[in-house]
């Protein structure tokens, strides 16, 4: 449980940063690396916005 959480965080983090660079873009993708593996990430605007409302 405690690992599936810090993957989570790790995620978000990188998530924020690429918007942090970018704040203009309609979508953003990036890789992370995980548990000696690499993953892809792709999230737009849409969805960025549809899971900030799902959270309130």
Do not use: D
């Amino acid at each position: 449980m405690e690992e599936e959480r810090t993957e989570v965080i790790i995620l978000i983090e990188a998530i924020k940063e690429a918007i942090k660079h970018n704040p203009n873009r309609t979508s953003w993708q990036g890789k992370i690396m995980m548990n000696s593996q690499e993953y892809y990430w792709r999230i737009t605007r849409k969805s960025l916005h549809f899971l900030v409302g799902e959270m309130k």
